[in-house]
Structures are given as C-alpha cells and as structure tokens.
C-alpha cells in the first residue's frame, strides 16, 4: 500500500542530494523496507520503473533490503 | 561516488505527526484514533462514548469519512464539538489533516479527542496521526480470520473492541478464538467485547477509556 507515495518520496530525496552533491546521473540505489510498512518490493520496483525514465534516475538500478519491523529508509546511492 | 543517506522515506507525515503529539501532550489531551472496516460500528460506539461521557471529560471528535458529513452529524446531536474531514477518493486520514482539524478546535478547553478513521483496516493502520494510541473495532459479522488476515493494526492498537456481540448467535464467529488470535499477535491488548446497539461491554470500554485519561 503506498508504494507510489514511498517512491515519489524516494525520487525527491535522490534527486536533492544528487543536485547539492552536483552529481548528473545515478547509478543505483539501495532501500530498507520493512515488513510491517506493508509495502510491496514488486510494486515498489514497478512504481520505480515507470517514474524514474527521463529523470536523472533514470536506468538507475533500485536495490531493496526486507527487514521484519518498520524500517522504510534509503540508505545509499552511487552516482557519478 | 556512493552518497549514504539513511533518509527515512514518509517522512512528512511522520514529523507532522510528532508535531501534533507535542501539541496535544502541551494541552493535556488524549487523542484516540478509532480504526475498522467499513461499518464495524465506530461511529455506533463513538455515539455512545460521547452520550456516556460529555459530562464527565470534555471532549471532541474528527470524523473521517470519504465523501459524506453523515458521521459527523450523527455526533453532533450530542452537542460535543465535531469537525468533519473528508477525504474524497483517499482511504485513510493523514496527519496534516488532523493538524488543520487541530486548529478549528478549543484545545484549551479539551481533555478527550477522539478520532474516527476512514473506515479502512489496512491503510489507516500505516498513518501516524499524532494520538496517544490507537483502537481498533472488529465485528463479528467480519469472521474470525480477521486479526490474522489485518494484522498491523491490532499489533499497534492499545486496545480492539469486538463489536455486535448481540449477533453471535446467527454468524459463525468464535469470541473465544478472536480473543486468542488478538492476544497472540498483541499479548498486551486490551480486548473488550460489545454490542454498541444493545450496550454490552460499553461500561467496561468507557472505564477503560477513562483509565487512559
Ligand atoms: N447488531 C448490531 N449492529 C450494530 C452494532 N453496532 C453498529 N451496528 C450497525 O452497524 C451499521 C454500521 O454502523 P456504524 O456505526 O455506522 O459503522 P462505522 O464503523 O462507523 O461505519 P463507517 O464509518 O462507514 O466505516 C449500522 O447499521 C449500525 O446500526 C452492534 O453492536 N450490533
Ligand atoms: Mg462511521
């Protein structure tokens, strides 16, 4: 549930630090979705997929950690 | 270059959330957010609660509901303040929304604020409002697989009210097993069983409430 949100919100986060960093196109991402957030990796993935084409996001590889409780967080990304 | 973050994601409504904690714990107000399916009778029992205890606690409630004011009016007959939210096409109230619903209300004059979700078992269980804790309301025409199947809620709630214990004898629910199943997944939860129509358990729901205060 949600995972157009979370994605949205993960975009935004990327994008702004890539831009304060100066870094022009990113290469992968790593999230930390808990279980208990509901959110589905699959959907995330699918949300990522149709949102990131023609941002600096895009092409970029989505990586996802599943933890059991409530963590929902980025933890990295790489970029150039 | 790899950029390390550790930015948690829905952040927004977190913080806004913390927010509308601190407000209400400065104003000494204790905020119930009161979440079930569609029809589990919420706004049945909220009638009730605001009957039994207006005169007692001073107190006011935020109706969440889609698209009508229908709730909203059926609590304000009681003459308690009641402020209306509706959430056209969105399946859960969200913390900014309790924070402008805040700022219509005599948080001065306020003990009890109770929070009447969009009714939904899924989606509100994830939204933060800010209330000192969550209620969930099960009925006994949803089916005993119901805390198993949703379960995030009753592991958050503080306490789950099995309503329309008047209609046992025609549906094929164990109170016994709801029971069990509500404790296995939250073994510190309160559990009430009531009928809001015919007034069982609701003395216990309203000491327990008040115990809360
Ligand atoms: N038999 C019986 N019916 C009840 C009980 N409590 C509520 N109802 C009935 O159930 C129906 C739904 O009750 P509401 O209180 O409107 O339920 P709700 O959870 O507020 O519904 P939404 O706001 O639409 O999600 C109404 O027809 C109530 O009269 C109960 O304890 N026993
Ligand atoms: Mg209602």
């Given at each position: ?28 991402i ?27 996001l ?23 | ?11 927004a ?138 379960p995030?809620i ?12 008047d209609?046992l ?7 016994e ?37």
């Amino acid at each position: 549930m949600h995972e157009l949100a979370i994605v949205e919100d993960l975009m935004n986060t990327v994008v702004q630090s890539a831009q304060e960093h100066k870094l022009q196109r990113v290469k992968s991402i790593k999230i930390v979705v808990g279980k208990k957030t509901a959110a589905l990796p699959d959907s995330l993935m699918f949300c990522f997929e149709a949102l990131s084409p023609e941002t600096i996001l895009a092409g970029a590889s989505l990586e996802i950690e599943e933890t059991p409780g409530r963590e929902l967080y980025v933890e990295y990304y790489d970029a150039e | 270059m790899q950029v390390n973050l550790a930015t948690k994601l829905l952040r927004a409504n977190r913080d806004v959330a913390a927010e509308n904690r601190e407000r209400l714990r400065k104003h000494g107000i204790v905020a119930v957010n009161l979440i079930s399916s569609p029809g589990a009778g919420k706004t049945t029992l909220l009638e009730r609660t605001v009957e039994a205890l207006k005169d007692k606690i001073p107190m006011a409630v935020i109706e969440g509901d889609q698209y009508t004011a229908l709730d909203g009016e059926r609590i304000e007959r009681f003459g308690v303040p009641v402020v209306q939210i509706n959430t056209p096409g969105g399946c859960h109230l969200d913390a900014g929304m309790i924070a402008t619903a805040l700022d219509s209300l005599d948080l001065e004059n306020l003990r009890l604020l109770i929070i009447e979700n969009v009714g939904n078992l899924i989606c509100p269980a994830e939204f933060d409002l800010g209330e000192g804790f969550k209620v969930g309301v099960l009925s006994v025409t949803e089916g005993n697989d119901k805390p198993k199947k949703y379960p995030v809620i009753f592991q958050d709630a503080q306490a789950a009210i099995i309503n329309k214990v008047d209609l046992l004898p025609y549906v094929n629910f164990s109170l016994e097993h709801a029971v069990q199943d509500l404790q296995e997944i939250n073994p510190g939860l309160k559990v009430i069983p009531a009928s809001a129509t015919r007034q069982d358990g609701l003395e216990e729901w309203f000491n327990w409430l008040l115990e809360q205060m």
